[in-house]
């Protein structure tokens, strides 16, 4: 059965740098998300991408975070200068129509020290 | 605009006991729901959804779940809990005026007992 992938599984970085998570969503689908879950706490919508562009984003999508589809297979979020509180599990997710369910990768933990 | 609520963050049940945990969402178009289990350290894994048709819907490992428009809920059930049904469960809605986003509850963590 087709999966999103997400690579690394964890990610360990300083404040300040700059880390790029990738997602490999179903190859059929077209709609793709990033959400983000801070350590006991509820999963939270972050960005909507559609048609190679962003459909809906949330405030916590300032303009430090970046999302791009570079070669019609990834979709990756960036954040540029990263902060204590980016901590968090980030989640990819994808579905073929934005009614359907969405399959959920099984997230990169990223730890900024 | 959509939310959803959980009502209860923790829930202990006796292994074979009846689980019940609730949902309720408010939503400014017909919702799309979801039941999500999530197990220490691992992603999300989809346990039921209500899309249109039938309101009581089934899922993965027993568990069912109502869609009541009138109270605005959608609570999720087990006629007997297994100690494997121990972990972290998120109502979501989807609404699809919203770009397909999902909104998530907080959460409730079930603990089962043997």
């Known amino acids: 059965e087709p999966e999103v992938t997400q690579t690394p599984s964890h990610q360990v970085t300083q404040m300040g740098q700059e880390v790029i998570l990738r997602c490999v969503p179903i190859?059929?689908?077209?709609?793709f998300y990033w959400y983000r879950q801070i350590l006991g706490q509820k999963v939270e919508f972050l960005v909507s991408?559609?048609?190679?562009?962003?459909?809906?984003k949330s405030e916590i999508f300032d303009d430090q975070f970046s999302v791009e589809r570079p070669d019609g297979s990834n979709f990756t979020l960036k954040i540029r200068s990263t902060k204590l509180e980016d901590s968090a599990m980030y989640f990819c997710?994808?579905?073929?129509?934005?009614?359907?369910?969405?399959?959920f990768g099984p997230g990169t933990r990223l730890t900024v020290t | 605009a959509q939310s959803v609520t959980q009502l209860g963050s923790h829930v202990s049940v006796s292994e074979g006991a009846l689980v019940l945990l609730r949902c309720n969402y408010s939503?400014?178009?017909?919702?799309?729901l979801f039941w999500y289990v999530q197990y220490p350290n691992q992603g999300l894994q989809l346990l039921l959804k209500?899309?249109?048709?039938?309101?009581l819907v089934k899922g993965i490992n027993g568990f069912e779940a109502e869609f009541k428009k009138s109270e605005t809920s959608f609570h999720l059930t087990k006629p007997s809990a297994h100690m494997s049904d121990a972990a972290e469960y998120f109502c979501?809605?989807?609404?699809?005026?919203?770009?397909?986003?999902?909104?998530f509850g907080d959460g409730t963590t079930l603990t089962v007992k043997p």
């Open positions: 997710a994808s579905t073929r129509d934005k009614l359907y369910e969405q399959y």
């Open positions: 991408f559609y048609n190679n562009e962003i459909s809906e």
């Open positions: 979501a809605v989807t609404g699809y005026t919203n770009a397909g986003k999902s909104t």
């Open positions: 939503s400014s178009v017909p919702p799309y």
């Open positions: 209500y899309t249109t048709g039938a309101t």
């Open positions: 190859s059929n689908h077209l709609y």
